[in-house]
């Protein structure tokens, strides 16, 4: 049930973070060292601290759509974590290699979202691949257990 939830939660949250990287009160401009991107629409500061455009965006909102969906049963959860593990945790390299940093001019991976990069690839690692569902067993009146 935690692997599930866990997938729910981080779909609602990214769901959110999505939505409010489109709004322009939440968005401020880019910081003067920030590195040009090819689709610059949208480009900015998310809560002044995370660097985010209108594709960023866009990967939120599928991420949190997914994570939603994901949540109806134990093995597309633990699918959907350990896919957002992996995918997080490359997003981690990506950040810290001027080359990729912005994913070739299409979405910002660096600064603060290296550090939440890693927030998000630890805990889906470990739902994905190391978290086990404890089964609950319940015994009746009689001693039977189902």
Known sequence: MATRYFALILGIVFLVVGIAGFIPALVTPPAPGDPPLALAAGHGRLFGLFPVNWVHNLIHLAFGIAGIACYRSLGAAR???????????????FGFIPVLHTTFGLAPLHGHDIWLHALIAAPALYFGFFHTERRHVTTTARGDRY
């Open 79 to 93: 699918n959907y974590s350990r896919i957002t593990g992996i995918v997080y945790a490359a997003l981690i390299i």
